[in-house]
Structure formats: structure tokens, C-alpha cells
């Protein structure tokens, strides 16, 4: 009698894990990016929106390590309180003046060349108070991929939100050229 042909095994399911996330790069770092990308206006500031019916973020230049947002903010704009999740930020104030409230209620008068410096984790909430429009540079690593937004009265957790990653507005060269060291010492 012949020996049944052998049945192919059935490999378990791949587990469904997501992919790792990479660590935070260095706030010292995030805030160099910041500066580096403040540097050279003429590079983004044709893309900054201030509309009263909104803010419109424009995503700038995104890496897996990192992504940079130019954000326009109107007067009485603000986001409401939130974190980043897992990921880090800077956030530098370019024109205008904005505010930053954290969670114990205290206020940060953010003027043209204050930065930020976020760990993971924080809560806050940024506001435009002043009549006249802000603009301010915001660098997240590892790219922001969900945010939980906190009731604003008792700035318990409201909801969270997944993100999709938008196509950044510059091309890689053109951001690599940005931010090569060569040029931001040139522009200081
Ligand atoms: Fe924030």
C-alpha cells in the first residue's frame, strides 16, 4: 500500500502585531528641526493657512523619525485639550503670540521664537487669544499616529483619535535640502 502523499502543514496565522513604532528622537533634536526649519521662510510660509472657519495644519516634511507641521491659528482659535500618544513634540511660535495651558491650568505666553519642548504624554491645549494671527512650527516624532482629546471643563478623556498620515507638502529632496546643516548655519 502506498504512503499517503503528505499533507502541506497549515502554518499558524501570522499574529496580527502591529509594527513597531521608533523611539522619540532627542527634544533637543526636535527643537534644532525646528529652529532649522524657521529659518528658511520662503520655503513654507507661501503654505501657511489662517482661516477664521478652521485651522488647516499643512503637513510639511515627514521621515518615519519625524514629521514638521506649519499651522496657521486666527484669533480665539485653539485646539482643546489633548496629548501626541507615543510621540514627542516641539513647537516654535514664528509670528503672532499664543498661549499654552497644561493640565494643572497653567499658562505659557508663547511669543515669536519661544519653543516648546513636549515629552510623550503631555496634555495641553494652545490657544490664540490675541486679535491678529499666529503662526508656529510643530515637529512630532515619531509621526503622530493618535491623539485623545479631554473634556475641557474636567479634562478627563473625551475620545481618541487614530490619524492617517497625510502626504507631506515638500518632496524628500526638497526637505533633506532644508534641513542640511550647511544651510541653516548660511541663514544664521
Ligand atoms: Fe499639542
Known amino acids: 500500500m502506498l504512503a499517503p502523499a503528505a499533507l502541506p502543514q497549515l502554518s499558524d496565522p501570522e499574529p496580527d502585531v502591529p509594527p513597531a513604532r521608533p523611539e522619540p528622537l532627542p527634544l533637543g533634536l526636535l527643537a534644532d528641526i525646528a529652529a532649522g526649519i524657521a529659518e528658511v521662510p520662503e520655503s513654507w510660509r507661501h503654505l501657511v493657512c489662517h482661516d477664521p472657519s478652521q485651522r488647516r495644519p499643512v503637513r510639511l516634511l515627514a521621515t518615519e523619525a519625524y514629521e514638521v507641521w506649519v499651522i496657521g491659528w486666527t484669533s480665539g482659535q485653539h485646539v482643546r485639550p489633548h496629548d501626541h500618544g507615543g510621540s514627542a513634540a516641539a513647537v516654535l511660535v514664528t509670528e503672532g503670540e499664543l498661549v499654552e495651558v497644561n493640565l494643572l491650568g497653567n499658562r505659557r505666553r508663547l511669543l515669536p521664537g519661544n519653543m516648546l ?44 483619535v487614530r490619524l492617517e498620515h497625510e502626504s507631506p507638502v515638500l518632496s524628500g529632496w526638497h526637505g533633506a535640502n532644508l534641513l542640511h546643516p550647511a544651510r541653516v548655519r548660511a541663514a544664521s
Request: hydrophobic share 25%.
Open 117 to 160: 519642548r513636549l515629552g510623550p504624554g503631555v496634555v495641553h491645549d494652545v490657544l490664540n487669544r490675541e486679535d491678529t494671527p499666529a503662526t508656529s512650527i510643530h515637529v512630532y516624532s515619531p509621526p503622530l499616529s493618535q491623539m485623545t482629546y479631554y473634556d475641557p471643563d474636567t479634562w478627563q478623556p473625551d475620545e481618541t
